[in-house]
């Protein structure tokens, strides 16, 4: 069945902007969807899925949810579920560890996606009138609904709100990524793996330094290891924490970095293997800022005076630690797109009324969340 509502814009494709695009072709409503990369998928590592965020998409996936997990899961080619732990993978539960670019992979596979479209800025224009979307390439689109679902550094988002601006957290991150052989895996990791919690492995450092290693993709001969080093920054003058740092700026990896790595003593395997300050220098290392954005009711109101809608972590940032940023983009496609089916694009306001407090709840709960992983006091933010 075919609506008779004009075509949704959707810029992003990310976890929002694919769940939502995947929704409204469910519902028979014409959708692009436009991102910036060259082509999908570009993430190769896990993150957890929750069953209540999933279960909604499997029948327009036209799976069950045994061969969703089994499609999806880090350890999909050992048969697994996606549990790393000692339980029986094959017994239903919450959660599981899911391989974030094969979750991609299957929302947009029947989807109509414009690869290589970096937006340069968008311009409003009355309400129930087209607005206009240009791009880098000089490609432009007019379009009476545009939905931004371009994570954290939403230029949707910049181009149309001054007022709504990401917030950096207190915290030194850094992450990291190693290949390992399946049979060093075995040898190394998977004992102490049994013991992860949904598929992270932690270990407190002196009270206030965290290490976490997961496993990003398992195959018969290799390991994709995800490692994080956090802690609290220091009060003054700390080489680690650079709030203000250039978004390519997360591949400069301070000197300061190794030396605190090799100051770590005591380690248990298998953190003392992966956090050896030698071996980290040979992987792929980011620092990560610990971003915030909290939703904002009015700038929200006002851009839906105009047709256009910011879901995900375009409106409501959480920190990548601490976080339930996937689950929470793949929901407000989800509801955006029943919302759209049930009400058209002439009630946006009340979309965005309608998750307001939802939106503030996790922020909210992602800063408790980082804090209770560091030991932190409320007052030290």
Same mark, same amino acid.
């Given at each position: 069945?075919?609506?008779?509502?004009?075509?949704?814009?959707?810029?992003?494709?990310?976890?929002?902007?694919?769940?939502?695009?995947?929704?409204?072709?469910?519902?028979?409503?014409?959708?692009?969807?436009?991102?910036?990369?060259?082509?999908?998928?570009?993430?190769?590592?896990?993150?957890?899925?929750?069953?209540?965020?999933?279960?909604?998409?499997?029948?327009?996936?036209?799976?069950?949810?045994?061969?969703?997990?089994?499609?999806?899961? @880090?350890?999909?080619?050992?048969?697994?579920?996606?549990?790393?732990?000692?339980?029986?993978?094959?017994?239903?539960?919450?959660?599981? #560890?899911?391989?974030?670019?094969?979750?991609?992979?299957?929302?947009?596979?029947?989807?109509?996606?414009?690869?290589?479209?970096?937006?340069?800025?968008?311009?409003?224009?009355?309400?129930?009138?087209?607005?206009?979307?240009?791009?880098?390439?000089?490609?432009?689109?007019?379009?009476?609904?545009?939905?931004?679902?371009?994570?954290?550094?939403?230029?949707?988002?910049?181009?149309?709100?001054?007022?709504?601006?990401?917030?950096?957290?207190?915290? @030194?991150?850094?992450?990291?990524?190693?290949?390992?052989?399946?049979?060093?895996?075995?040898?190394?990791?998977?004992?102490?793996?049994?013991?992860?919690?949904?598929?992270?492995?932690?270990?407190?450092?002196?009270?206030?330094?965290?290490?976490?290693?997961?496993?990003?993709?398992?195959?018969?001969?290799?390991?994709?290891?995800?490692?994080?080093?956090?802690?609290?920054?220091?009060?003054?003058?700390?080489?680690?924490?650079?709030?203000? #740092?250039?978004?390519?700026?997360?591949?400069?990896?301070?000197?300061?970095?190794?030396?605190?790595?090799?100051?770590?003593?005591?380690?248990?395997?298998?953190?003392?293997?992966?956090?050896?300050?030698?071996?980290?220098?040979?992987?792929?290392?980011?620092?990560?800022?610990?971003?915030?954005?909290?939703?904002?009711?009015?700038?929200?109101?006002?851009?839906?005076?105009?047709?256009?809608?910011?879901?995900?972590?375009?409106?409501?940032?959480?920190?990548?630690?601490?976080?339930?940023?996937?689950?929470?983009?793949?929901?407000?496609?989800?509801?955006?797109?029943?919302?759209?089916?049930?009400?058209?694009?002439?009630?946006?306001?009340?979309?965005?009324?309608?998750?307001?407090?939802?939106?503030?709840?996790?922020?909210?709960?992602?800063?408790?969340?980082?804090?209770?992983?560091?030991?932190?006091? #409320?007052? #030290?933010?």
């Amino acid at each position: 069945m075919t609506s008779a509502l004009p075509p949704i814009a959707i810029i992003g494709a990310g976890m929002s902007g694919l769940a939502l695009g995947l929704c409204l072709k469910h519902k028979g409503i014409a959708a692009t969807v436009y991102d910036r990369a060259t082509s999908s998928p570009r993430y190769n590592y896990s993150i957890l899925l929750h069953s209540s965020t999933y279960r909604p998409l499997l029948s327009m996936l036209h799976m069950d949810e045994k061969t969703f997990r089994e499609k999806l899961a @880090v350890n999909a080619q050992q048969g697994g579920g996606g549990s790393l732990s000692g339980t029986n993978s094959s017994a239903p539960a919450d959660a599981f #560890r899911c391989h974030r670019g094969r979750l991609e992979a299957l929302l947009g596979k029947d989807l109509s996606i414009s690869w290589d479209k970096r937006l340069k800025d968008v311009q409003l224009a009355a309400q129930s009138e087209e607005l206009t979307a240009s791009f880098d390439d000089g490609y432009s689109l007019k379009t009476r609904c545009l939905i931004g679902c371009d994570g954290p550094h939403s230029m949707t988002r910049q181009s149309l709100s001054s007022a709504m601006k990401l917030q950096v957290l207190p915290y @030194v991150v850094f992450n990291g990524k190693r290949l390992i052989s399946y049979t060093e895996y075995v040898e190394t990791m998977h004992d102490y793996m049994q013991n992860s919690v949904n598929g992270v492995l932690s270990q407190a450092h002196k009270g206030e330094i965290l290490l976490e290693i997961t496993v990003n993709d398992i195959s018969s001969s290799r390991v994709n290891l995800g490692y994080t080093y956090s802690r609290p920054g220091k009060e003054n003058n700390d080489p680690l924490h650079k709030p203000d #740092r250039p978004i390519p700026g997360a591949t400069d990896i301070p000197e300061e970095f190794y030396e605190e790595l090799a100051a770590l003593k005591d380690l248990e395997p298998p953190f003392k293997g992966i956090f050896d300050a030698e071996k980290v220098r040979g992987d792929r290392i980011l620092h990560w800022l610990m971003r915030t954005l909290m939703p904002d009711p009015s700038e929200a109101q006002r851009l839906a005076k105009h047709d256009v809608v910011l879901i995900g972590d375009a409106v409501h940032t959480t920190p990548i630690l601490g976080g339930e940023g996937a689950n929470m983009a793949i929901t407000d496609g989800i509801d955006l797109a029943q919302h759209i089916s049930t009400h058209g694009i002439d009630a946006l306001e009340a979309f965005s009324e309608s998750k307001f407090a939802v939106w503030k709840e996790s922020v909210d709960n992602s800063i408790r969340m980082i804090e209770n992983m560091h030991m932190l006091e #409320r007052s #030290r933010l």
